[in-house]
């Protein structure tokens, strides 16, 4: 069955440290975001992506953040300079499209980012 | 921003029984989505509501999306071992391509063999 994949699955980086974090979507989707959860709590939005553009950010996703579709397979999530409080499980989701039909959105591993 | 109340945050049950879990919000959402998530793993989709009063069943579980459009409810019904792990509402409005989901705080489910 597809799935969404995501690299690496574990990152440690020093505070004011450049991150990127990769995912592969589910090839034949369009709908792209980026999710993160810190430590025990609830899942957050934090950006929507289709047609090579950003659709819809959350007010976490600020000029520190970034994401880019270099190629057509590749989703990334840049952090310009890392905080400790960036620590989070990162999570890339993917959707086919927006009707019903098409299903709901689908996760992938996460990416655990450790901001030291 | 919306909020999600998802309760009870956690329920120890038996092997065997039935368990209920609702979300409720104080504004409309057009679709409700319930996922499971096991510890240091992406949140996995059981099931996908779209209409109001919709009642969808994936194997054991059920799940409905309240006339109101304010709330939902999941079912497990004769649990086992392996359904352990958070499970978690989210409520999406509108079907612009954003589509942000909002998810509620999660219930801890634990089964007692």
């Known amino acids: 069955e597809p799935e969404v994949t995501q690299t690496p699955s574990h990152q440690v980086t020093q505070m004011g440290q450049e991150v990127i974090l990769r995912c592969v979507p589910i090839s034949n989707h369009l709908y792209f975001y980026w999710y993160r959860q810190i430590l025990g709590q609830k899942v957050e939005f934090l950006v929507s992506f289709y047609n090579n553009e950003i659709s819809e950010k959350s007010e976490i996703f600020d000029d520190q953040f970034s994401v880019e579709r270099p190629d057509g397979s590749n989703f990334t999530l840049k952090i310009r300079s890392t905080k400790l409080e960036d620590s989070a499980m990162y999570f890339c989701?993917?959707?086919?499209?927006?009707?019903?039909?098409?299903?709901?959105?689908?996760f992938g591993p996460g990416t655990r980012l450790t901001v030291l | 921003g919306q909020q999600l109340n998802q309760s009870p945050q956690s329920m120890f049950i038996q092997e065997g029984e039935d368990v209920s879990m609702n979300c409720t919000s104080s504004s409309i959402f057009n679709t409700w989505l319930w996922y499971k998530q096991d510890p240091g793993e992406g949140p996995v989709l059981l099931i996908a509501l779209y209409k109001a009063g919709e009642l969808t069943s994936n194997g054991r579980l059920t799940a409905q999306f309240g006339i109101t459009r304010k709330d939902s409810f999941l079912n497990i019904s004769a649990s086992i071992p392996s359904d352990v792990g958070i499970y978690f509402c989210a409520g999406q409005w509108g079907e612009t391509s954003g589509s942000r989901l909002t998810f509620g705080e999660g219930t801890q489910l634990t089964v007692n063999p």
């Open positions: 989701a993917s959707r086919a499209g927006l009707a019903a039909l098409y299903g709901g959105k689908f």
